[in-house]
């Protein structure tokens, strides 16, 4: 076996030494990753709170918008037309569908939120079903038309606008939650000496 009695001098003390310095560094460098990307993931998970607020915004105000829309049309306030009527609410309706394309397209580029967009998509064909179904009531002369059918789009619309609301705010409430920890797919899972030290250096 070979000699190793040298380990118990000077020499022995200065490669402990050495090794000692090179786990701390280790470590070191181990922890400063890991904060590096917990702040990383904390700023992105602000940017996007950021850009859905402001795309959840403009697409409940349309869904609502459009709900009102459709209580208006049966009142006509003192000093109203039907005509002055008419052209105020499709004024508000052109005024929340510009608004809200640029955050239907916002939202649909986002990974996780088809599905806030297929709610509103349904808000909205609900909307335009009462529409041609109060247009053919007005024309119908046979009594074929369900007297009641605009009323029950009417009531639909309503549940998907509080659902298409729960769903918003449920959305942002897990963008606030806070973040402590990494999941199982961070780099410093991978942290093994000396390749990851090499590989951010480059």
Not at 80 to 106: F, N, Q
Not at 131 to 141: G, H, P, S, Y
Request: proline share 3%.
């Amino acid at each position: 076996m070979p000699d190793l009695g040298f380990l118990n001098g000077p020499i022995g003390a200065a490669l402990l030494a050495i090794a000692s310095a090179l786990t701390v560094a280790i470590l070191n460098r181990r922890t400063q990753l890991d904060q590096d990307e917990l702040r990383d993931a904390r700023t992105l998970r602000d940017k996007k709170r950021e850009r859905l607020a402001a795309s959840y915004e403009a697409v409940l105000l349309a869904a609502i918008t459009v709900k009102d829309i459709l209580a208006r049309r049966k009142v006509l306030l003192e000093g109203e037309t039907d005509r002055s009527r008419a052209e105020m609410l499709r004024s508000a309706l052109d005024k929340t569908l510009r608004e809200l394309g640029h955050a239907r397209v916002r939202l649909l580029l986002e990974t996780d939120q088809k599905d806030v967009v297929s709610l509103f998509d349904r808000a909205y064909a609900t909307f335009t079903g009462a529409l041609a179904a109060d247009a053919l009531r007005q024309r119908d002369r046979t009594g074929a038309v369900n007297p009641r059918a605009v009323e029950m789009h009417e009531f639909q619309l309503a549940e998907l606008v509080d659902q298409l609301e729960l769903a918003l705010r449920t959305a942002l409430a897990k963008q606030e939650q806070p973040i402590r920890a990494l999941g199982p797919t961070s780099r410093r899972l991978c942290l093994r000496w000396p390749w990851p030290l090499r590989r951010e250096s480059q």
